[in-house]
């Protein structure tokens, strides 16, 4: 009785470590490589934008979306960005990520000669490698909502590079709420991928920014 109870408790604690081990070391590693305000966050030459659909399943505009334009559109026009390089999804001929975002920014007055576009960001570690392999970028501002910031700069220290997150503004709890369970997840599945050194689904020839 005694050993199974002990082995109950381990596998409880592995259990434990394995959800909410990844989650912590990731906050505790990033915590302060990530902004809320355009006056305390440095200058870099490159925004990444990280992109994600314009929409949400009921049709609504998805309001992760919406934020990240504002975010990067604030980064631009404060002269805290020089170039936006939107990294997005697609793999789908119907669906284009980068292309979407680029034409919401220029209608918010970003110049297209300071978008760059990277097709291949299927995952948030395709979006980081790929900035570094095929944009030449190790120096660079992340813009997302603060839980993949935290992921995305997590990322790039893993692999030499000096990023820091500027966070859009987030969304209501129950709002968010499938987006922050997966999140638990990719922080988990992150971990597995810096063991295996994984590489971007696609590399291609360095595109540089100037």
Request: glycine letters at 6%; proline letters at 2%; hydrophobic letters at 40%.
């Amino acid at each position: 009785m005694k050993k199974r109870i002990t082995l109950l408790l381990f596998i409880v604690s592995a259990v434990l470590l394995l959800l909410f081990g990844p989650d912590q070391l990731i906050k505790y590693r990033t915590k302060l490589k990530h902004y809320n305000t355009i006056e305390e966050i440095p200058h870099n030459k490159v925004g990444l934008l990280l992109g994600t659909s314009k929409y949400s399943t009921t049709g609504q505009i998805n309001l992760f979306y919406q934020y990240r334009i504002d975010a990067a559109v604030s980064l631009f026009t404060q002269q805290k960005i020089e170039y936006i390089l939107i990294s997005g999804d697609n793999g789908l001929i119907e669906y284009n990520e980068p292309r979407t975002i680029r034409n919401d920014l220029i209608k918010a007055g970003i110049p297209s000669d300071c978008i760059v576009l990277d097709y291949a960001g299927f995952r948030t570690w395709d979006s980081i490698i790929r900035a570094k392999k095929v944009f030449g970028e190790t120096k660079f501002t992340v813009i997302s909502q603060q839980f993949q910031n935290e992921r995305a700069i997590f990322i790039g220290a893993r692999n030499q590079m000096d990023i820091i997150g500027f966070n859009a503004q987030d969304v209501s709890k129950s709002y968010g709420a499938k987006t922050q369970f997966r999140e638990k997840f990719a922080r988990i599945n992150l971990i597995f991928d810096i063991i295996i050194n994984k590489q971007p689904k696609y590399l291609g020839s360095t595109i540089m920014i100037e």
